[in-house]
């Protein structure tokens, strides 16, 4: 995945070069994962005792869940599955709050979609909220 988001920086793609430029994230997500990959296997290293591990079947059953829910979100619309994703995946967690799990479903998707649309100017599939967000630019 590292090596797929460096291939895809702006230099390698002849895109403009925009410090927010859609280019950047396939980079921001590997070096995010690549990060916390190396501290979570810090962490197990510095535990004194080991860490266990949850049962195959159980951790199975929620990559299914959230696979599902991915593969949903052309069907229902990309913003309802990633409020309805993010409310799972709280829920498979252990959350069972039914206001935290609302605004996650809500608050949290609805900031991430504007950061990204306002501030990062990435535009969002068209769906069911469509007219709420401006229109993809023409290139």
Do not use: C, Y
Request: no cysteine; hydrophobic share 60%.
């Amino acid at each position: 995945m590292a090596l797929g988001a460096l291939a895809l920086r702006p230099e390698a793609t002849g895109a403009p070069q925009a410090p927010f430029a859609p280019p950047f994230f396939p980079t921001l997500g590997a070096s995010l994962v690549l990060l916390l990959a190396v501290m979570n296997a810090v962490h197990d290293l510095r535990a004194k005792e080991p860490v266990p591990a949850e049962p195959l079947t159980q951790g199975f059953v929620k990559t299914l869940i959230v696979l599902a829910l991915v593969a949903l979100a052309t069907p229902i619309d990309f913003v309802l599955a990633l409020a309805l994703g993010g409310s799972v995946i709280a829920w498979l967690w252990g959350e069972r709050r039914l206001f935290i799990l609302a605004f996650i479903g809500l608050v949290v998707p609805s900031l991430a979609i504007l950061v990204f649309l306002h501030l990062f100017a990435v535009p969002f599939p068209d769906g069911v909220f469509g007219a709420l967000t401006p229109a993809a630019p023409a290139s």
